[in-house]
């Protein structure tokens, strides 16, 4: 099992920014994959962005390109920084893993996720 928990969530205006992080715990050699997900109100869960722990590749949804970074330590954290935020980036932020060898954006590659942050952006 891994377990995963984020923090840094939080109210912030638009064009401001935040940084989110997740802290993975106990079986981390079985993943090579972690990923950002999002839920706003009303809507299915959506894919943010990815890095491999492998080669540090990255992936990012359209919608942050440019705006959100996602990054990695050797400490098994992974990292969200989000500027320029939008009241449409308002939404439950959530930490996944995954045992797949690559960067992936199918909700169904991940194998663990947290318990969620929330995330608000005022216009």
């Known amino acids: 099992q891994v377990q995963l928990v984020e923090s840094g969530g939080g109210l912030v205006q638009a064009g401001g920014s935040l940084r989110l992080s997740c802290a993975a715990s106990g079986r981390t050699f079985s993943v090579y994959t972690m990923g950002w997900f999002r839920q706003a109100p009303g809507k299915e869960r959506e894919f943010v962005a990815a890095?491999?722990?492998?080669?540090?590749?990255t992936d990012y949804a359209d919608s942050v390109k440019g705006r959100f970074t996602i990054s990695r330590d050797n400490a098994k954290a992974v990292y969200l920084q989000m500027n320029s935020l939008k009241p449409e980036d308002t939404a439950v932020y959530y930490c996944a893993a995954s045992k797949y060898y690559g960067t992936t954006s199918a909700n169904s590659a991940y194998d663990y996720w947290g318990q969620g942050t929330q995330v608000t952006v005022s216009s």
């Open positions: 890095i491999s722990w492998i080669d540090g590749n």
